[in-house]
């Protein structure tokens, strides 16, 4: 508390903490954020700047917006594809000022309205709180977004409408929950077990909300990947139907040529116009003839003649550029080509000088099958490879002939492969798998993509005598347009079950110290009235004793004639009645006197050893006039070596005298009293019985009651008070005692007095 105090005195100081803790705090709150949008699951600032202007004064809305700001800045730079992050766009300033208003006008209406104690245990100001930090200010910062989001042309209005929904119920939530974990914090004690029950809960509903966000972007992704293998499963279907479209028009080639070992032009344009059509896929068909180094002039002739313009052989150099061909023994020379109107300039190119080509044919003329070349490029695109041709060896009289070709367009089939989903699902690397993949083509070229994070499926695609290693990457595209927001809803519905069991057990614990705190101012005043009551029924009792006694005195004097003949004998009558009624208001007077003083604590025990059958006899004795007048028969069953009870004498002696004379005043003529005593090594049980009328069974609870009255009831006198069982009762549990009584209509009473021995 100190270092709060001390943060009161200076403002910047205070301006400084806020703009670190709401800033260190939205950082926890990014790390729970969803990573798709705006709005984050958790946001603890909502909470902490609430807490800070009610400790600080809202004086600190400068510390708020700063550490808003600092927030917003590189997080939009993020989302907004700024390659720095730090760019100060003009959307922080409308999305921090919506945060600082937020936060402002919450603390100014729970001020207002004082709504707002350290101790949550007011249920109305509890709920007042509560109903301001979260659903109705809340709604301040998330409108701010939705307007500044929708202005710059961030987000449609549509589609800004989940994530409004999500940063209201993340800052209503957040605001509940986190005020109340930091009032716990703030003013945490060990012994406290609310507040640590309070923090208890916060805290598992924030993992449980957690998790549920984790588990469902777990089922979600599963989801995702599920129908990315699915749409990688019919992409890889489709390329082998190409591939398999590839080899079947390489067998119809070669059945043609069989068939033809002249092949002429014309022929050779009807086959490519009946199958090229049927196959999109195809780049060219092509018949690649050998010949040697002596053919070369008249082939170029046959060439032109074919043709009807003249043709070089020619061949590409280092840097793809056409060149003549130099001088050789052989020749392999593309001689017909379909279609011609777009591929003529091919014509006479000599393939065995590349590379590819060439290991393609000497294996297809080893094997006597067909082989695929490794993808090459192409003079009209010398940076990609776009393209793999399936050779075929041709023999005429047991001699090599030449080649048929069938050359793949690789980005065309690629390229049907993305359309296979029209919102391109996946990125395709393809290469050579016994080339390696420094010879790759790529769907993406010319595109700068940032591959980090992104999902990828690899597989392998047999064609001929190779084998193509294609990978599926996932496009942003694909998960935009295939996600739902179903986890993310689950989570924003823990969050908000976790604020509410927060609620919950603040009012359910904050009733129960409200009540307590009623109880107790209650419990004060009632003992202050009663012990006003008992302080003036004493006092009361006390200023009556005195002019009684002089009453009880006088009319004495006059009951026996001290000083002479009172005349009439009518005035010795009155005057004995005035003795009598005396000494038994003098009687209640003192039965009130010594119930005020045990209620107000002004009864001490002297507690001392107790030969309690010389005690029973003592009190016989005092009341023997009266056991006499009602000729009852009264017994004394206690042993002469009955051990010594540790009591207050007078205490003791008035809960006897008070039991005898009950059951002697409520016992008929000729019946019987019994007082008899037992004992254990911890417990003495003194017992007084009678042949009495009885108590029925309804009013044993309360006739020891004080000024309590039970019609026909034996042991009340039906000219007092009530007091006399009351005051015994008292004094049994001012001895730690108790008192118990059994007792029958017609039957007799018996109440036993049961007394610790030490």
């Known amino acids: 508390m100190s270092l709060l ?6 403002y910047l100081a205070r301006v400084l903490v806020a703009i670190t803790l709401y800033y260190l705090t939205s950082k926890v709150g990014l790390l729970l954020s969803n990573g798709s949008g705006f709005a984050a699951l958790v946001w603890p600032p909502a909470g902490i700047s609430i807490v800070l202007m009610l400790y600080f004064g809202i004086r600190i809305w400068p ?3 700063l550490g808003a700001l600092l927030t917003s800045v590189p997080h939009l730079g993020t989302l907004i594809a700024d390659p720095d992050g730090v ?29 707002f104690n350290h101790n949550f245990s007011n249920p109305k100001k509890i709920t007042g709180f509560y109903l301001v930090v979260g659903p109705l200010c809340s709604l301040i910062s998330a409108t701010v977004a939705l307007v500044t989001f929708v202005s710059f042309d961030m987000r449609s209005f549509n589609s800004a409408g989940e994530e409004w929904l999500l940063w209201y119920f993340a800052d209503s939530s957040s605001a509940i929950i986190f005020t109340t974990l930091i009032f716990n914090l703030i003013k945490f004690k060990k012994k406290n077990k609310r507040k640590q029950l309070v923090s208890f809960f916060i805290v598992v509903g924030l993992v449980l909300a957690y998790s549920i966000l984790y588990l469902g972007k777990s089922w979600e992704e599963e989801r995702l990947e599920l129908i990315f293998n699915q749409r990688v499963i019919a992409a890889t279907d489709t390329l082998n139907q190409f ?29 490519a116009e009946n199958n090229i059509v049927e196959n999109g896929n195809v780049r060219t068909l092509a018949w690649i003839e050998t010949i040697s180094g002596d053919q070369r002039a008249e082939f170029e002739q046959e060439l032109a003649s074919i043709h009807g313009q003249s043709f070089s052989l020619w061949q590409t150099g280092t840097d793809m550029k056409p060149n003549l061909a130099k001088l ?15 591929f003529s300039f091919v014509v006479g190119h000599v393939i065995g000088v590349d590379e590819a080509r060439n290991q393609a044919m000497q294996s297809a003329l080893i094997t006597g099958e067909a082989t695929v070349s490794a993808p090459v490029v192409l003079i009209t695109n010398p940076t990609v490879p776009t393209a793999a041709t399936i050779y075929r060896a041709h023999m005429l009289d047991g001699e090599l002939d030449g080649f048929t070709a069938v050359a793949m367009r690789i980005n065309t089939m690629v390229s049907r492969l993305q359309g296979v989903d029209e919102h391109q699902s996946f990125y395709v690397d393809l290469y050579d798998k016994e080339e390696g993949p420094n010879l790759t083509f790529k769907s993406y070229v010319g595109k700068d993509i940032d591959f980090e994070g992104l999902k990828h499926q690899t597989i392998e695609v047999p064609i001929l005598n190779r084998t193509w290693v294609i990978t599926f990457t996932r496009t942003p595209a694909f998960t935009e347009n295939n996600k739902t927001s179903q986890p993310l809803f689950i989570a924003v519905a823990g969050m908000i079950f976790a604020s509410l069991v927060t609620v919950g057990i603040v009012l359910i614990s904050g009733q129960s110290i409200f009540l307590e705190k009623i109880v107790h101012q209650r419990t004060r005043e009632l003992e202050k009235a009663n012990l006003a009551k008992t302080e003036f029924m004493a006092n009361m009792s006390h200023d009556l004793r005195t002019p009684l006694n002089a009453i009880i005195g006088f009319s004495e004097i006059m009951t026996k004639e001290m000083f002479g003949e009172l005349g009439s004998k009518k005035y010795l009558e009155y005057s004995k009645d005035i003795n009598q009624s005396s000494e038994y208001l003098l009687s209640l007077i003192n039965d009130i006197l010594d119930l005020s003083a045990i209620d107000a604590d002004h009864r001490v025990l002297d507690r001392q050893e107790i030969d309690l059958k010389a005690l029973v006899d003592k009190c016989s004795r005092t009341l023997a006039p009266l056991i006499k007048e009602k000729k009852q028969s009264f017994t004394i069953e206690i042993d002469s070596d009955f051990p010594d009870v540790y009591a207050d004498d007078r205490s003791l002696k008035q809960i006897l005298i008070n039991l005898i004379s009950n059951s002697i005043k409520f016992t008929p003529e000729g019946g019987t009293i019994k007082v008899s005593a037992e004992y254990s090594p911890s417990q003495v049980w003194i017992t007084v019985s009678d042949s009495g009328q009885g108590i029925a069974k309804k009013n044993l609870k309360s006739i020891v009651d004080p000024f309590s009255r039970v019609d026909n009831h034996p042991h009340i006198t039906q000219e007092g008070t009530g007091l006399g069982l009351a005051i015994v009762n008292s004094l049994v549990n001012l001895h730690g005692g108790k008192l118990t009584i059994k007792s029958e209509p017609e039957k007799g009473t018996q109440i036993s007095v049961e007394l610790p021995r030490i």
Do not use: C, M
């Open 5 to 10: 105090k001390t943060l009161q005195r200076y």
């Open 63 to 65: 510390g708020i917006y």
């Open 328 to 342: 050789a023994d052989k020749y392999t020379v593309v001689k017909l080509i379909e279609p011609f109107d777009s």
């Open 243 to 271: 591939i398999a479209a590839h080899v079947s028009l390489d067998k119809n080639l070669k059945g043609f040529k069989d068939s033809r070992p002249k092949l002429t032009k014309d022929q050779f344009k009807q086959f």
């Open 87 to 115: 760019t100060l766009h003009p959307q922080a300033f409308f999305i921090a000022a919506g945060a600082t208003l937020q936060a402002s006008v919450a603390v100014w209406v729970v001020e207002k309205y004082n709504l």
